[in-house]
């Protein structure tokens, strides 16, 4: 009912930038927070960076200063700009969203996720 589509990532060197965005489309009343998640190979997923429908925004204590988070309300999309990547930025990034759908249903959905390497 509620697709999450992501796309950006690659692959960058250390000190690059990349870029990422997640539209989210289906039966959409309303989205809530908005999200990014990583998982590094053997480790779990974690939170890179959250942002409410407010524009209110928390980050992960390793990418402050280096990852900003945004969204366009309208289209229902957010986006995640990596500045002065490192190698231990190297993950697989997921897009998370809080969607009440068009029956009044609430769950958290996710996106297939996009690989981020970056290279030393």
């Known amino acids: 009912q509620v697709q999450l589509v992501e796309s950006g990532g690659g692959s960058v060197q250390a000190g690059g930038s990349l870029g990422l965005s997640c539209a989210a489309s289906?039966?959409?009343?309303?989205?809530?927070?908005m999200g990014w998640y990583r998982q590094a190979p053997g480790k779990q997923r974690e939170l890179v960076a959250r942002?409410?429908?407010?524009?209110?925004?928390n980050y992960a204590d390793s990418v402050k200063g280096r990852f900003t988070i945004s969204r366009d309300n309208a289209k229902n999309t957010v986006y995640l700009q990596m500045n002065s990547l490192k190698p231990e930025d190297t993950a697989v990034y997921y897009c998370?969203?809080?969607?009440?759908?068009?029956?009044?249903?609430?769950?958290?959905?996710w996106g297939q996720g996009t690989q981020v390497t970056v290279s030393s």
């Open positions: 289906g039966r959409i009343f309303s989205i809530n927070d």
């Open positions: 942002i409410t429908s407010g524009g209110r925004t």
């Open positions: 998370n969203a809080a969607v009440t759908t068009t029956v009044f249903a609430r769950s958290a959905y």
